[in-house]
């Protein structure tokens, strides 16, 4: 099963927080941030600046952690 957001899955355990308290510090309510991490919506300019920020992530390394491409099946033609 294909999880969206999996480097920015990773950064959560390289900063030892649980996606809980990445919302919690970023100032959003746990289930929009599930929301998000689940692909149902996509994240604000605003969410994306904030969790960042909490994961200090550089704002020339974002697109690699919230712009990723889906899963490919088969071979690409």
């Known amino acids: 099963m ?16 649980k996606q809980n308290e990445v919302a919690r510090r970023a100032g959003m309510a746990p289930s929009t941030l599930t929301s998000r991490m689940m692909g149902y919506r996509p994240f604000t300019a605003w969410e994306i600046s904030r969790i960042a920020k909490v994961l200090d992530i ?12 889906g899963p490919h099946k088969g071979k690409e033609v």
Request: aromatic content about 22%; overall charge neutral.
């Open 2 to 17: 294909y999880r969206p957001f999996h480097r920015l899955r990773v950064r959560f355990a390289e900063m030892e927080l």
């Open 58 to 69: 550089p704002k020339e390394q974002i697109a690699g952690y919230f712009f990723e491409d």
